[in-house]
């Protein structure tokens, strides 16, 4: 009899737990969204399901890449809810840009501009930052409309997998990829990133690493078939890749 309570007791927490996520899930009506993906994620995660591509990419610490743990970042506030781009994440990427100081930024995937304004924060005056939505301009970047740091921010609209680069082939040094999630996606936007960049030094950096089955799908397959992607390296504690391009 004792061990039936103690299994019960055991079981119970489990149950309910699963019971709250999957309840949570139907009633939102949110498959749809990344929120709700996330969360099919870790439901399967806890009940054991292993995901099909497994992220194999050496850990780095950002401090190995570039920059310094005390480096000091300024930090422009915005929502995180879950699957968003992390403070310790924001707090990273705002690191390698102050180390790096690149003249060209190209982020794929704007949302709010959470990402897009801590670049504008943490680089020079001089910088650019080229920021591609497949939304409207208006409805996106919400975070640094009011701000003063907006002037060196460029809307651009489009699907990433069908936009014209050529103006800006051949001149980014800093490239943040988070568009669509799906391995086709990933895999073309990381293509394009490396004709941006071209035959300069520069960094690309991805997030979602780890998280989204296809972007570790696409990353995964670049790493192990193509040479130029073969440096690619997984940020301890964060869902980040990144990858220095022609850095000999
Ligand atoms: C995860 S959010 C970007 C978050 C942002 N980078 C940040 O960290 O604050 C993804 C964005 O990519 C956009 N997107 C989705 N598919 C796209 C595509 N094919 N081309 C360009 N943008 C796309 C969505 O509209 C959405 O705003």
Redesign the pocket.
């Known amino acids: 009899m004792d061990g039936v309570v103690v299994t019960t007791k055991r079981f119970l927490p489990k149950f309910l737990f699963c019971l709250w996520e999957c309840g949570t899930l139907l009633l939102g009506r949110v498959l749809l969204k990344?929120e709700a993906r996330l969360k099919v994620a870790r439901l399967a995660h806890f009940l054991g399901f292993q995901p099909d591509v497994i992220p194999r990419a050496e850990k780095t610490d950002y401090w190995e890449i570039g920059g310094s743990p005390e480096s000091q970042i300024a930090l422009g506030f915005?929502s995180s809810k879950i699957?968003?781009?992390s403070f310790q994440e924001?707090a990273i990427l705002s690191s390698l840009v102050r180390h790096f100081q690149p003249k060209t930024i190209f982020?794929?995937?704007?949302?709010?501009?959470?990402?897009?304004l801590n670049f504008a924060l943490n680089s020079g005056a001089e910088t650019k930052i080229y920021t591609?939505?497949?939304?409207r301009p208006d409805d996106?970047g919400s975070l640094f409309k009011k701000n003063s740091a907006r002037e060196k921010i460029i809307q651009l609209q489009?699907?990433?997998?069908f936009?014209d680069f050529t103006p800006y082939k051949n001149s980014v040094d800093f490239i943040?990829i988070?568009?669509?999630?799906s391995r086709k996606?990933v895999y073309t936007d990381s293509q394009s990133a490396i004709q941006l960049i071209g035959d300069r030094k520069g960094i690309i950096l991805w997030?979602?690493y780890s998280a989204w089955e296809g972007v570790t799908e696409a990353l995964e397959e670049l790493r192990q078939t193509d040479d130029r992607f073969r440096k690619l390296r997984w940020m301890n504690g964060t869902t980040l890749a990144c990858l220095m391009v022609n850095d000999r």
């Open positions: 990344k915005g699957g968003d781009t924001i982020e794929f995937g704007t949302a709010n501009g959470f990402a897009t591609l939505d497949i939304g996106m489009g699907d990433s997998t936009f943040f988070d568009a669509n999630h996606n997030h979602d």
